[in-house]
C-alpha cells in the first residue's frame, strides 16, 4: 500500500490534470466576475437608448 501511495504521489499525470482544473476554475470565475462588473453598466445603456426611443 505504500509503494502505491508513493507511485501515486510521484505520478506527475494527476497533477497536471489537477493544475488545468485549477486554471479552468479561475478563468471561469474572473469571466463570472466581469459579466457581473458590466451587468450595471449594461443595463444603464439600456435603459438609456430606450429612453431615446
Excluded: C
Aim: proline fraction near 0%.
Amino acid at each position: 500500500m505504500k509503494k502505491l501511495l508513493k507511485a501515486f504521489i510521484r505520478n506527475e499525470d494527476g497533477l497536471t490534470i489537477v493544475e488545468y482544473a485549477v486554471a479552468a476554475a479561475l478563468i471561469t470565475l474572473g469571466v463570472a466576475a466581469a459579466f457581473t462588473a458590466l451587468g450595471g453598466t449594461v443595463t444603464a445603456v439600456i435603459t438609456a437608448v430606450n429612453a431615446l426611443i
